[in-house]
């Protein structure tokens, strides 16, 4: 099993009501876990977001917390609701209406990697689904959720983003359309997850560092951003997609030559959004 379900990174003070997270860039895979799959090494880590948490981990350095997944996503994914279980891997599910993720093998226990790779050769026991969520996803939630909530009574405010990468394919029908190719997706829940004044900032943020930044298509925002967004209670939550070929070799999953140069842009980007908290720039009233 994977050795922790999460590593927080505190700043010596907090001086932030921002809380970076990043549900997706896990990569313990015991052999425990390996050798249950029918995928090598390599092709099993094809959906995790590679190298997500060294381009944000940054952030205690602006006075921000920082949440990394211990486990990988294909072990147990953390942005996927406790319920979405897929009855094609787990035996004793039963099927509960149409869910696009489960049908997709996307559950909250995976039965596919990207391209719709099968991970397993049959299914898993009810038990072992329950271990992992009992043992990987609750203290993950748990202790997010404890994040922003130290943060709210500090701030009176807390704004969650959620960092993630998307394959440089995922926006091949926006260069089709003539429109520049986007860089980043923010994905706000279209303005249900966060305040248009929090999505703003952070927009704005990445755009004076350069990149070219686009809302809600194709990423919305799934379970993390709908869960743990509630403008109302001053609760704000933003997806982040960066396109994985600005800092990686997808084929081969390794730092490319412009990592540094990314990892350099994300920190001045990372600056900007963590003083969203900081007294400097107070949030619009709800």
């Known amino acids: 099993m994977p050795e922790s379900a999460y590593d927080v990174v505190n700043p010596a003070q907090n001086r932030s009501c921002v809380v970076f997270a990043s549900p997706h860039s896990g990569r313990d895979y015991p052999w425990t876990f390996l050798r249950t799959s029918v995928l090598d090494e390599h092709t099993i880590r094809s959906s995790e977001d590679a190298f997500v948490d060294q381009l944000f981990e940054c952030a205690p350095h602006f006075g921000a917390s920082f949440i990394k997944a211990g486990a990988p996503r294909a072990f147990v994914d953390l942005n996927r609701a406790v319920d979405e279980l897929d009855p094609a891997l787990i035996e004793g599910v039963r ?20 391209n719709g790779r099968a991970i397993y050769r049959g299914k898993l026991s009810s038990e072992e689904a329950q271990r992992r969520i009992d043992d990987y996803w609750k203290p993950y939630h748990r202790k997010l959720q404890s994040l922003l909530d130290a943060a709210h009574q500090r701030h009176g405010q807390a704004v969650l983003i959620d960092c993630h990468s998307m394959p440089h394919e995922a926006m ?5 359309s003539g429109m520049k190719r986007p860089d980043i997706v923010l994905g706000d829940r279209f303005g249900a997850a966060a305040s248009g004044d929090v999505v703003d900032r952070v927009e704005a943020a990445f755009a004076s560092a ?11 925002g799934a379970y993390i951003t709908q869960a743990y967004g509630r403008p109302a209670r001053s609760q704000h939550a933003v997806q982040v997609e960066i396109d994985r070929s600005l800092y990686m ?7 490319n030559g412009d990592f540094e140069q990314v990892q350099a842009a994300l920190r001045q980007v990372v600056a900007e959004v963590a003083l969203i908290g ?7 009233a709800e």
């Open 210 to 220: 350069g990149f070219v930044v686009t809302r809600n298509t194709p990423f919305a």
């Open 95 to 114: 099927r509960r209406g149409h869910n696009p993720r489960i049908a997709s093998g996307l559950g909250v226990i995976p039965r596919v990697v990207a």
């Open 278 to 284: 900081q007294g400097r720039i107070p949030l619009a």
């Open 172 to 176: 091949d029908g926006v260069a089709r």
């Open 249 to 255: 070799n997808e084929t081969l999953i390794r730092p």
